[in-house]
């Protein structure tokens, strides 16, 4: 528009002149509605935006070529978001892989393992006739009320008729476990020729007695119980305790001061002169035949030094008169570092330090399992059995709990197992709602040692009758001797590995490369659309005012 001077006075011609510069200002700001804004603005991002395929949508074409390109948009768009929610599922449900080390561990970095043995036989006949006083009860004789009692002590160790009622409480005392201790084999009477690394030992300065689940065991190369128990846990007399050491972890290792002479032992070398050699006898005339396991010998469980054993359901049987030996191969898992930022149960597993337990110093899922069961079963009976860890002050179950006890046990059993199917059925059910699930995943870092057990005969008389040896009577009709060789098969081993498998960085690699392939999308596309949703509106607006804020100019 064209400014014109009119000149109609002095006054007059002032005022016309702002009339007409009013009417020149507003001249290029037109006034759309907010409709036409919204399609004006969504046209210009349709023809200048960098995505594939949409500047069809902004150009004067005809209905066939946009519905074309409508349709191909779509089905990449669909193809596309399908491909990111497989990635996501994977990302999310699988981002840990176990694969071998590159390189092969020597066995000197490991310790040797707890090597537990538990005499099968839990009474002698000449302290203790259990045979005697279990067929007066079966029989219904009358038993005095000491020797009732004892009788219900024993039922926690030997095989008992379960409709059987003892008198000796719902409650005890440590008294059951002096009683143990009294009437079973002399382990350290009846076990010489101890030898570690090839060199000779008094047995008693290797193993020391330690409560299980099949009454009292003795122990080789446990880590000290307060370096496994925490300090609120009581223990009975000097009952598993060891050389303490803090130079083993199982999460990092030896440290790098621990010598050749630390705690817990070290190997040096794989084979048989080189491991632990133990020789043990048996009198078949004070041996209880009615009281134990049914194969008369010595249960031995293997594991590692931190490993609270629990022998009953996881051993191998010495048989009388013969030598066993155990050859080992280490079986370790590590995690790297970068799968500790998944949570638990993304990796499966948890580290020994990131949960605590209340009776443990340290967090493996053995020590998880036990601490579920003791709480489980002091909330359904009111005590505990005599071998697990307990605060002082929590009584002991005696043989009128025993029914309890093995129902609480069968119970908490079924349960775990029963939820565990339930979750990954996603069924409801409110059957073992009772039974606590204590998420007892695996450790991280995890030690096992496969055993291959091999057994031969051992006519250990004809080698005594001629190589006299103080601690053996070869012509003893009744003694019959074993012997325990536990070695490493090799001098180094593989580990495995937890590793990152489909991390962070590779689940976005993932999704920019499918948005790319089927869109054309990448960061500066996203930062492309946040800038016309944000800066460019609001430029707009400062140029061509609020009701043109799509900038249409033509």
């Not at 036990?370 to 860890?389: A, D, H, K, M």
């Not at 870092?445 to 051992?458: D, V």
Request: one cysteine or more; glycine letters at 6%.
């Amino acid at each position: 528009m064209t400014v014109r001077r009119i000149c109609i006075g002095n006054e007059t011609g002032d005022l016309e002149l702002q009339k007409t510069n009013h009417t020149n200002s507003e001249d290029g700001k037109r006034n759309y509605s907010c409709g036409q804004n919204v399609r004006n603005y969504t046209m210009e991002f349709c023809s200048f935006g960098t995505i594939h395929g949409i500047r069809y949508f902004g150009e004067n074409r005809t209905f066939i070529e946009k519905l074309w390109w409508a349709l191909s948009l779509t089905l990449s768009l669909y193809f596309c978001i399908s491909l990111i929610i497989t990635a996501y599922i994977r990302w999310e449900t699988s981002p840990v892989i176990v694969s071998f080390a590159t390189r092969e561990t020597p066995v000197w970095m490991i310790p040797f393992p707890s090597v537990t043995i538990c005499p099968t036989s839990k009474t002698r006949v000449s302290i203790y006739n259990f045979t005697h006083y279990y067929q007066k009860k079966l029989r219904n004789e009358r038993l005095t009320e000491e020797e009732d009692r004892k009788l219900g002590y024993l039922s926690f160790l030997c095989s008992t008729n379960i409709n059987l009622n003892f008198k000796s409480g719902k409650f005890t005392d440590e008294k059951m476990i002096d009683f143990f201790e009294e009437v079973q084999p002399k382990f350290y009477e009846d076990s010489f020729d101890c030898k570690y690394l090839g060199r000779n030992y008094n047995c008693s300065d290797l193993f020391t007695p330690i409560l299980t689940d099949v009454g009292i065991c003795y122990t080789f190369n446990l880590m000290d119980r307060t370096q496994i128990l925490s300090d609120l846990v009581t223990h009975h007399k000097n009952f598993h305790k060891t050389n303490a050491s803090d130079d083993w972890t199982i999460e990092h290792g030896y440290k790098a001061s621990a010598g050749l002479n630390t705690y817990p032992r070290r190997p040096l070398y794989a084979g048989v002169p080189y491991g632990l050699d133990i020789k043990l006898k048996v009198h078949m005339d004070d041996l209880d035949s009615t009281c134990g396991a049914l194969i008369k010998g010595f249960m031995v469980q293997i594991a590692h030094p931190q490993r609270l054993p629990r022998v009953r359901n996881q051993h191998f049987i010495v048989p009388l008169g013969r030598v066993s030996k155990a050859g080992i191969a280490p079986d370790m898992m590590t995690t790297s570092d970068d799968v500790k930022r998944y949570n638990a149960k993304r990796r499966n597993c948890h580290f020994p330090s990131e949960r605590p337990l209340k009776y443990f110093k340290v967090y493996t899922q053995n020590n998880c399992a036990i601490e579920c069961r003791t709480n489980y079963t002091l909330s359904q009976c009111g005590c505990v059995p005599f071998y697990v860890p307990r605060e002082e002050g929590v009584p002991i179950c005696g043989a009128e709990s025993l029914r309890c006890l093995n129902t609480a046990k069968k119970r908490e059993l079924l349960g775990n197992v029963q939820k565990k199917i339930n979750a990954l059925n996603k069924v409801k059910s409110t059957e073992y709602e009772d039974v606590p699930d204590c998420q007892c995943l695996p450790v991280c870092t995890s030690m096992y040692y496969n055993i291959e057990n091999s057994q031969t005969p051992w006519d250990w008389r004809t080698i005594y009758k001629y190589d006299e040896n103080p601690n053996v009577n070869s012509s003893d009709k009744n003694l019959v001797i074993s012997q325990l060789q536990v070695f490493f098969k090799g001098n180094q081993f593989i580990n495995s590995e937890r590793n990152e498998l489909y991390g962070s960085t590779e689940f976005l690699a993932n999704v920019g490369g499918l948005l790319g392939l089927f869109i054309g999308f990448s960061v500066l596309s996203f930062v492309e659309i946040i800038y016309y949703l944000t800066l460019r509106i609001i430029c707009n607006i400062s140029m061509f005012g609020k009701n043109n804020w799509s900038g249409k100019t033509d």
